[in-house]
């Protein structure tokens, strides 16, 4: 059976739902959905699971502990993780609960699409899916333009593990691939983490945790990565981050250079500024008008009319806001 998978818990609560309605829009009801807990704040996205027949919350606590475990004890094998991660104020594993999204590899589904929760769909996944007959996983991005958010590249030992060709070729983002059931069995998983503990952990980039695990898990077991964005003609591919400001709308579906796009990924935007747009504060940023529409697909009548004066998401602090700063203040 084939299905999409999502991470997430009710901090992404609104963008979590303008997901599933896009999903929705594009495949229709008949897709079955995998929501992964990312913590065990889900209140509100369980009750939102339940409303929808074709989505299912992940409930395997054994599942999500072998996980939690392996994540725990490849990070412990970095010589440095923690002290990155106490730098930045984390007291324990950074952002730790993303590695969750590596459940589906024994989730429901024989095939799946991972999806970020900062996401929205825009067209067909059969393409993705399909691929995996010939591929351990499928991608669609350009991440490989920018290894340096995905490993150490001052370590000497990535050019012993991954030559200079596979890291341009193979690395992606972790959040949009599809991928098969049962790649990383306990064998699988145990050889990973003694060659972490052999030294390897240091290519490791510790400020993506899960991105950089899943791209060193992928890679160094040696499974097939087929990106799209590397293998589509030049004329038939399309971009996917909300950073490329030349995407045209048409029926709230974005195309680049009359190219439908597989997906958008908000990448970059802090999920404080939809929770802000959702309450009514108008803040702008790239395709938030797709963004709202997509949140409420179902509910119309509860859409935010803004009515104060337009604020960019980026725009700098005010004089005031920095003297507060400053003082080690807050306002």
């Not at 704040?41 to 599942?63: F, G």
Request: aromatic share 14%.
């Amino acid at each position: 059976m084939d299905g999409i998978c999502i991470l997430a818990n009710d901090y992404v609560y609104d963008q979590l739902v303008a997901l599933l309605n896009s999903i929705e829009s594009v495949l229709g009801t008949q897709i079955s959905v995998c929501v992964y807990p990312y913590d065990d704040n889900i209140k509100k996205i369980s009750a939102e699971i339940a409303r929808r027949p074709n989505i299912q919350l992940y409930e395997d606590k054994d599942s999500i502990q072998r996980w939690d475990e392996f994540a725990r004890r490849a990070w412990d094998t970095h010589p440095t993780a923690r002290q990155r991660w106490s730098q930045i104020g984390s007291t324990t594993y950074h952002r730790f609960g993303t590695h969750r999204r590596y459940c589906a590899f024994e989730g429901p589904f024989d095939r799946f699409l991972y999806m970020d929760a900062d996401t929205l769909l825009m067209g067909q996944v059969a393409p993705l899916l399909t691929q995996l007959k010939d591929s351990d996983c499928v991608v669609y991005d350009f991440q490989h333009t920018d290894p340096s958010h995905v490993y150490n590249l001052s370590s000497f030992k990535l050019s012993e593990l991954f030559p200079s060709k596979r890291l341009a070729s193979e690395i992606f983002c972790s959040g949009f691939y599809a991928s098969r059931k049962d790649l990383f069995d306990e064998e699988k998983r145990d050889w990973l983490l003694a060659k972490l503990r052999e030294g390897e952990a240091e290519v490791l980039y510790p400020m993506a945790p899960d991105q950089t695990l899943l791209n060193y898990m992928m890679m160094r077991a040696n499974f097939s990565i087929y990106n799209f964005a590397l293998h589509l003609p030049e004329n038939e591919r399309t971009g996917c981050c909300v950073t490329s400001l030349h995407f045209q709308e048409k029926d709230r579906i974005l195309y680049d250079q009359g190219n439908r796009l597989t997906y958008l990924h908000y990448i970059g935007l802090s999920t404080k500024l939809f929770s802000q747009i959702c309450r009514g504060e108008n803040i702008t940023f790239p395709y938030r008008d797709v963004f709202l529409h997509y949140r409420y697909l179902h509910q119309p009548e509860k859409r935010p009319r803004f009515t104060t004066k337009p604020k960019p998401y980026d725009c700098p602090p005010s004089l005031k806001t920095k003297l507060f700063r400053k003082l080690g203040l807050t306002q």
